[in-house]
């Protein structure tokens, strides 16, 4: 259950009405439903919370990894966010199943449409830190899986780095360019 599902379930409950889920694993047949509430209460706290020493370790928080960074012009750390792996590799799914081999017969008009509004989104979220690293990686995986992409439509053989090369993706079929999106960011760069 999601969690305000769960919240809202263990809420309706009359907490001293015997609790539904079997509990024999503590030693009762049959508990109380406000024992039920504190054993998932306590299930959640202790696999989604752990105590984390910065700057030595990192932890993700909404789709970043926060830790120690590096400044590009001073070289000091600090203690910053970048978009996490999770996500990066999340973003890298999303926009391999948009030019999949069963998204040959949509329009390529339609498909860079998409590839565009999916990644200006995912950029627009992950705009915090030094993001050029995760930007130029996305940026690299979307002109490969559209070359990619492309050729299996027209039928064509590899390489299609060389029948559509980086130029052509961004300017001739208007595929977005985020790495030029940081030079709006004074903390972006690597």
């Known amino acids: 259950m999601a969690c305000e599902q769960s919240a809202d379930f263990h809420e309706s409950l009359d ?32 696999t989604k919370t752990r105590v984390c ?14 830790g120690r960074c590096n400044s590009p012009k001073t070289g000091r750390a600090y203690i910053g966010t970048v978009p996490s792996k999770k996500r990066v590799i999340r973003i890298y799914e999303t926009i391999s199943e948009m030019t999949g081999r069963d998204q040959t017969l949509l329009d390529q008009e ?4 998409k590839l565009n509004r999916t990644m200006i989104g ?12 995760a930007y130029w990686a996305v940026e690299k995986h979307a002109g490969k899986r559209l070359r990619q992409w492309l050729g299996a439509k027209r039928k064509m053989w590899w390489p299609g780095t060389k ?19 940081t030079s709006n960011f004074p903390w972006a760069t690597p």
């Open 15 to 46: 907490p001293f009405a015997p609790a539904a889920c079997n509990v024999s694993w503590a030693g009762e047949q049959t508990s109380l439903n406000w024992f039920d509430t504190a054993r998932e209460l306590t299930e959640r706290w202790e």
């Open 53 to 66: 020493k910065l700057p030595e370790e990192k932890f993700d928080f909404p789709g970043y990894t926060f």
């Open 110 to 113: 339609m498909v860079v449409g």
């Open 122 to 133: 995912w950029a627009n979220y992950f705009c915090l830190g030094p993001v050029s690293k």
């Open 163 to 181: 029948r559509f090369p980086e130029g052509s993706l961004h300017e001739g079929l208007g595929l977005v360019c985020l790495t030029k999106r």
